[in-house]
Each structure stands twice: as structure tokens, then as C-alpha cells.
DNA sequence: ATAAATGCAAATGCTTTGCATTGCC
DNA sequence: GGCAATGCAAAGCATTTGCATTTAT
């Protein structure tokens, strides 16, 4: 998934690209999972009179186009990322770096999520939480 | 995990057995993964005067000794469960109910979280979601 | 031109905190 | 009796909402 991709699909839907919207955009692509408030420090560097509203507004319909995804393990606020192909995530607890890991496996864990059929699968998420290598001495 | 050992395990730590104490810990094993305000919406009936405050003071002093877990995936709130055995589940977004599914597989899920050893994996989860036997048409 | 998106501020909902009172050990 | 836990209310945060103004199309 690409900026062009993210875009071309906006317009299919008859969304308006305001700069804002675009900013979000690439700052998912720049920053590491960030939160919103993370994006809205970023972003208002850019544009000074930027609202909160309007990042959370924006993540709310990258979500919804199936464009973006939320984080929402272990902080009390939402990580986001670009809806890149199926991976999972490492969490640190020291340095809160949220890495993303190869997600093989994915077959015979799905097994275990539909029951073998009883349930209907739509999403899964694995979350790791732990030391990464750079903050375990 | 039963009762006595939570008990237990609150009067090595020269913790107060108060009687709001034992309750939320009994409503633990009574309710499937409720969250803070269903067990405070049961509390209420044996103990009128009781607070949310008790309930999340509770929860967090019970988190803390490794006795219960808190599940932040989904939901605006957290719901919670006492620590059994490893285990994921399943949430389904029709009727909301939280099922617990065996946690086979867990070897190698870990060799994907630490990498081969380069992070420390304290812990994780595996969340799926979508919907249950009874909510898929 | 016009309808959608923004910015601002107020509101919401979950959770935490401060503090006087209560009650377990 | 002493100190930890409770209940109550207020405060804190992240997120959402309402509405007047701006702006992409």
C-alpha cells in the first residue's frame, strides 16, 4: 500500500483531499505506529492551526475505508498504522517502540480462531509485550 | 486459579480481605470477561454503598499481583479475567461476548515474538475477531 | 455554488486521584 | 489502635460531537 493507492481510493469515494488529510496520510507512512497525538504534533508544525478533531476525524475514515488500522493494545491511547499486508507486533515496555514481526503461521492460527469452522473470522491481531533488543541490557 | 489462591496469595502480600475485595474477586469467576462497570453493576446489590473506585482499585491491585488480566482489545473499556493457563480469544462484534480458545501453537508463535531470541517476550496475545457460532446468520 | 471538511470548544466516557471516614488486622 | 481501604466527588485523558466558518470540487 502506497500514498498514490490511499489517494486514488479518497477519490473513488468522493472524499475531498485537503492538505490536512494528505499530511495524515504521509505522516503514517513517516512515523512508527504513531498515536494521534503523536501525528497531531507532527502535523501542526505544518500547519499551525490544525485541529485534534480533524486528525481523529481523518484516522476514523482511513479506518473505515479499510485504509488504516487501529492499535489499541496495552497504552490507554490508539496506536495507527497503514493497512499493510497481515504482520504482527512486537511491544517494548521500556522504550515503547511497537515493531512489526512476519506474520507466518497465519493458517493454523485461523483454525484455532474459527473453531474449526464454528466462528467467523473477520480480523485477528497477535501483540507481543517484552523487552526488543536494544532495551534488554 | 481458584479463590482460595487469590486469597492466599492477597494475605502473603499483607493485603485487607475486605468483603468488596472478595466480591470482585468472586465475580471474576462467576462473569465471562466483564468489564469494570459490569462488575460494579453486580456489586451494587450486595453492597449498595460501594464505588466504582473499589472496583478499579481492586482490578488494578489484582493485575498487579499477576492474578487477573486486563484485555484492552476492542472495546472503549477493558474487560477483565482472571489469570488462568495460557489462552486467546475470540470477540464477537454482534453479541459482544468473549470466548476463551485454547492456546496450542504457542511454541512457535514465540519464536516469531522474540525473534529468535533477540527480544524478550514477557508476554502476548492473540485476539480474533467477527462472529460467533450463534451470531453468523 | 455548495456541500463537505476544518477548527474550536464543549461534551462524553472511562479511569484515576484526593481526602475524609470507615473498618480490617 | 493504626493504617490501609472505602466511598464520594472532582479531576484527568483520550476521543467525540456540535456548530459556525472555510474550502475543495
Known sequence: ??????VNRMKEEGLRLTPQRVQI??????????TAERIYAAMIEKFPY????TVYNTLKMLKELGLARELSAGDKSSHYEIAESEH?????RACGEIFD???NLSEPLLAVGTQRGAFQVDSYQVEFYGLCAKCRV
Chains 1, 2 share one sequence.
Open 88 to 92: 504482527w507486533h512486537f511491544n517494548c
Open 50 to 53: 490544525a485541529s485534534q478533531a
Open 25 to 34: 496520510v504521509e505522516l503514517l507512512f513517516e512515523l512508527s505506529h504513531p
Open 1 to 6: 500500500m502506497n500514498k498514490d493507492t490511499i
Open 101 to 103: 514481526l512476519e506474520a
